[in-house]
């Protein structure tokens, strides 16, 4: 008599576009709160070990372990992380992507102790870049801004903000926001535009910078808005620069055309940015070395985001560094980008995390979480980016370190293996055959 063989009921796995598998972690960031981390949710990145995602039409559709994943699902393209960490890609909430010329002139100046603001009322810093800015075509700066994400994304970064501010004009504004908007339709990294007209007073209005508030107030703010050219409005509130009641105009003016609010704030001096940011209800105050403790909690209270730029402080030769830790201890959120501007000329959020621990005392979790969910909040894109989740896009980088300790531990090289952006490996450390420039 022949034995009865048992039916086997094979389950059909789901195709997809994309499996990433065999994680040593798989850095998630997830939460059921859909607002900023804060205090000790800062240290919670949701780690799976062994884990794995699949990816279907540039979307997340799973996320789990290996194991889970690769019962329920198939693809022609399956990439292992073994011995390698998964994490959402960069974002970089602070940028001026968007100019000519260069200042390295203004770092030897630095190096012999002068000052930034020094600089400026010398008509360097901002100004020098705005008058090169002005001389150059929109192609021109085309091409810079290409060459500048394609560095961005191979260092992990797959979402930036951008600020104009280097025009100071209305013609030359809008050159830059259209510049912005070109890039964002060209580039695989995704930009987010910020006017800043209010960067510097220009030249043509040095003894007249009221003249130049009105300006920006009643025809560059309703042009950037009635072209939906920026989806934010900043301003350098500063001494020697814009004081809180033009600043205070300017965000007023901004909210009242539709965009969302920032603030420099508090960089080189106490005069009450983070007061000002959290009184007009800017969704982040930035800078903020000199910011005072009422400031800070201030911000707590209305949930402003402190995004924190640790390479800029460094490159301006202070010694001095917002504190971040205050900022946690009151539950701020705390997000943290790079500031790359030609006075700052870094592309790399692996180096704003290895300073952000070294010089502010973050914890490696508490860098991770600001480069990546608290940044994409800062920006407006938390529901898009900045975890791992269902749903969102599949912005995924693979980082050649066993764990996520070693971010900020390890520096001065690109810890980057692979990059995936909206589903697709655009950067293959590995097989850089497969990397050529976006531009």
Not at 35 to 61: E, N
Not at 306 to 334: G, H, Q, W
Not at 371 to 396: M, P
């Amino acid at each position: 008599m022949t034995p009865t063989r048992k039916k086997i009921k094979r389950v059909r796995k789901e195709k997809v576009d994309l499996l990433i598998v065999n994680a040593n972690e798989l850095i998630t960031l997830r939460s059921s709160n859909e607002s900023p981390r804060t205090g000790k949710q800062m240290l919670s990145l949701g780690i799976i070990r062994k884990g794995g995602l699949a990816v279907k039409d540039s979307r997340i559709t799973a996320v789990g372990k290996s194991s889970e994943i690769k019962k329920a699902f198939r693809a022609e393209s399956v990439i292992s992380a073994s011995g390698k960490i998964v994490m959402p890609g960069f974002v970089d909430p602070h940028t001026h992507l968007v100019f000519a010329g260069s200042r390295e002139d203004e770092f030897q100046m630095r190096v012999e102790g002068a000052s930034y603001m020094g600089i400026l009322d010398a008509g360097g810093g901002i100004l020098k870049t705005v008058r090169e800015t002005r001389k150059a075509g929109a192609e021109r700066l085309l091409d810079s801004g290409f060459k500048t994400l394609d560095v961005m994304l191979m260092h992990g970064t797959t979402t930036v903000e951008a600020k104009s501010g280097y025009g100071l004009t209305v013609k030359d504004e809008l050159k830059i926001l259209r510049v912005i908007k070109r890039l964002n339709q060209l580039h695989p990294v995704d930009v987010v535009p910020t006017f800043l007209g209010a960067h510097a007073v220009p030249l043509e209005h040095g003894n007249n910078p009221q003249g130049y508030v009105d300006l920006v107030v009643k025809e560059m703010i309703p042009r950037v808005a009635a072209k939906s050219l920026a989806e934010f409005c900043d301003v350098f509130c500063e001494r020697g620069v814009f004081s809180l009641e033009q600043s205070r105009r300017v965000l007023v003016a901004g909210k009242n055309h539709g965009l969302k609010l920032k603030v420099h704030a508090d960089e080189i001096s106490m005069l009450g940015g983070a007061e000002l940011a959290a009184d007009v209800g800017a969704v982040s105050a930035e800078h903020l070395l000199f910011s005072s403790g009422e400031g800070i909690k201030a911000m707590a209270k209305k949930g402003v985001t402190a995004v924190l730029l640790p390479t800029a402080a460094f490159s301006m030769m202070t010694e001095r560094y917002a504190d971040a830790r205050k900022m946690i201890s009151l539950n701020v959120p705390v997000a943290l980008g790079t500031d790359f501007n030609p006075s700052c000329w870094v592309e790399n959020q692996q180096l704003v995390i290895t300073f952000a621990c070294h010089f502010m005392k973050l914890a490696t979790a508490e860098a991770i979480t600001a480069v990546t969910i608290n940044a994409a909040h800062a920006i407006g894109r938390a529901k898009e980016v900045g975890s791992l989740e269902v749903g969102k896009k599949a912005d995924v980088i693979i980082l050649d370190v066993p764990n996520h300790k070693f971010i900020g531990y390890r520096f001065g090289v690109n810890i980057v293996d692979k990059v995936v952006k909206d589903g697709r490996l655009v950067f293959d450390r590995e097989e850089k055959a497969k990397w050529t420039p976006f531009f």
